[in-house]
């Protein structure tokens, strides 16, 4: 597993991104932590002209941290189930104590043909 490490900030509260009204770690950026995870390690995985783009995510917040926090997304080596890859994710804070679990899922795409797709849709 790759670890990649973060401080909670009082930007990334659920307060300052707008997902409630606490100074706690906000669940829409520790997903943000877990998909640049997810991307890092699957770019590992892949042809250099390739790209990912993510697909779904599941995560379980499970504890609220503070502003301070010392946070650790564990991201697992990608499974690759023939249509994507899926990365499973576990988010400790600094005493071991996990605060959020699940998979995140990202798509291989030549990023050409990618943009060109999205460019007709505009």
Same mark, same amino acid.
């Given at each position: 597993?790759?670890? $990649?490490?973060?401080?909670?900030?009082?930007?990334? @509260?659920?307060?300052?991104?707008?997902? &409630?009204?606490? +100074?706690?770690? %906000?669940?829409?950026? =520790?997903? @943000?932590?877990? !998909?640049?995870?997810?991307?890092?390690?699957?770019?590992?995985?892949?042809? %250099?002209?390739?790209?990912?783009?993510? @697909?779904?995510?599941? /995560? +379980?917040? *499970?504890?609220?941290?503070? *502003?301070?926090? !010392?946070?650790?997304? =564990?991201?697992? +080596?990608? /499974?690759?189930? &023939?249509?994507? =890859?899926?990365?499973?994710?576990?988010?400790?804070?600094?005493? &071991? +104590?996990?605060? %959020?679990? &699940? !998979?995140?899922?990202?798509?291989?795409?030549?990023?050409?043909? $990618? =943009?060109?797709?999205?460019?007709?849709?505009?």
């Amino acid at each position: 597993m790759r670890k $990649f490490q973060h401080t909670v900030t009082a930007d990334d @509260t659920s307060s300052s991104v707008g997902s &409630g009204d606490l +100074e706690v770690l %906000a669940t829409p950026r =520790l997903i @943000t932590w877990c !998909e640049n995870a997810a991307f890092q390690v699957c770019q590992q995985q892949i042809d %250099a002209d390739h790209t990912t783009v993510g @697909t779904m995510v599941r /995560i +379980e917040h *499970v504890k609220g941290s503070p *502003v301070g926090a !010392e946070i650790t997304v =564990l991201c697992a +080596e990608p /499974i690759n189930d &023939g249509r994507r =890859l899926v990365c499973h994710v576990v988010v400790k804070e600094s005493d &071991g +104590e996990e605060i %959020a679990r &699940g !998979e995140v899922h990202r798509a291989v795409v030549d990023p050409d043909r $990618f =943009l060109s797709k999205c460019q007709r849709l505009a």
